[in-house]
């Protein structure tokens, strides 16, 4: 029937090559076999009016090969409660850093109403386009993950719910999927924000009718950028690998602990060597602030970066501690 192949036709255009045939093939006999009994029941010969009633009937082309196919999201409805979470954390994070670089700039400034409304506007500016660049970033982080985790991630959320399951204890070994899939966004976001977008983290003020910017981070910190890349990445390939196996082996206690060992081992080099703060004093000798602030904020810095630097070696060196008690006694 020639109006049966070409709507055939029509439908597996819009069918993935590799199993288009088959459909076709089933959807032809299924239709024809549907003519066969409509014109039995009529008691008329199947012609192409008869066909072309069961055809209205059964669907326009593209809405029958979408019957075919798994509903394609760029971020699907179990990942988007996840996506929607990273999200609501990162722009909350991105207005208090904008309100408090708000603040920073006007009390530096001179007090005018024409300097108002230019930080007011180079704020807002820098804000949206951070917006921007963090949520193309997190959606493309998402789509990746919704391409490449199976659906058997999921699987749980298939099984019939048992109340007694609320009993039971969790398992030592077994992890949650919202976990990796937080730590690889906020990992990719850092990877994004330090390597291509460096001059959101900082301080700039105003004075002798020019902008001045003073980068948050020494070169010293810049000098371990390779290092600290090659730890997030080690650590995005590890959260990846849990989501695949849903658990933790034995194998990924030990890369594990390889990560953390690679995370102290950078925090306590740049503990050591020189300031990774470059907001301090020096940098701040031409700013319009009077030099006993500039004197309390350079300290203030310096001992925030260096406490941070501290509290890391120290967490660090225990998450390792704590992984290898974790790897010798599941032996």
Do not use: H
């Not at 006999?29 to 059964?58: F, H, I, V």
């Not at 001992?303 to 599941?330: H, P």
């Amino acid at each position: 029937m020639k109006l049966i192949d070409r709507y055939v036709s029509e439908v597996g255009k819009r069918l993935p090559a590799k199993t288009r045939a088959d459909i076709e093939n089933e959807l032809r006999s299924t239709l024809e076999d549907m003519l066969e009994d409509r014109a039995a029941q009529a008691g008329q010969p199947a012609d192409e009016a008869l066909a072309a009633d069961l055809l209205k009937e059964y669907g326009a082309p593209d809405k029958v090969a979408a019957t075919y196919q798994p509903a394609q999201y760029l971020i699907g409805p179990r990942l988007y409660p996840f996506f929607m979470m990273v999200l609501k954390i990162v722009v909350s994070v991105l207005t208090g850093v904008a309100v408090f670089g708000f603040a920073i700039r006007f009390g530096s400034g001179p007090a005018t109403t024409a300097a108002f409304i230019s930080q007011i506007g180079k704020s807002l500016l820098e804000y949206f386009g951070g917006l921007m660049s963090a949520f193309g970033n997190i959606v493309i982080v998402f789509a990746i993950l919704q391409r490449v985790l199976p659906e058997s991630e999921f699987e749980d959320e298939k099984n019939e719910w048992n109340p007694s399951d609320l009993m039971k204890e969790p398992e030592p070994d077994d992890i949650k999927a919202w976990e990796p899939i937080f730590t690889i966004a906020f990992t990719v976001a850092g990877l994004v924000i330090f390597n291509f977008y460096p001059n959101l983290l900082g301080f700039s003020f105003y004075t002798d009718n020019i902008w001045v910017f003073i980068p948050a981070f020494s070169d010293a910190f810049f000098r371990m950028l390779p290092f600290i890349n090659l730890a997030w990445i080690l650590q995005i390939g590890l959260q990846l690998l849990l989501l695949r196996q849903g658990r933790w082996t034995t194998a990924s206690r030990w890369f594990s602990l390889v990560i953390q060992l690679l995370g102290v081992g950078i925090a306590a080099s740049l503990l050591t060597g020189p300031s990774i703060i470059a907001f301090n004093a020096s940098a701040l000798v031409n700013s319009p602030m009077t030099p006993e602030t500039v004197a309390l904020l350079g300290t203030i810095f310096e001992q925030i970066g260096r406490w941070a630097l501290i509290i890391a070696v120290v967490a660090g060196g225990a998450d390792a501690v704590k992984t290898l008690v974790r790897i010798f006694k599941k032996k």
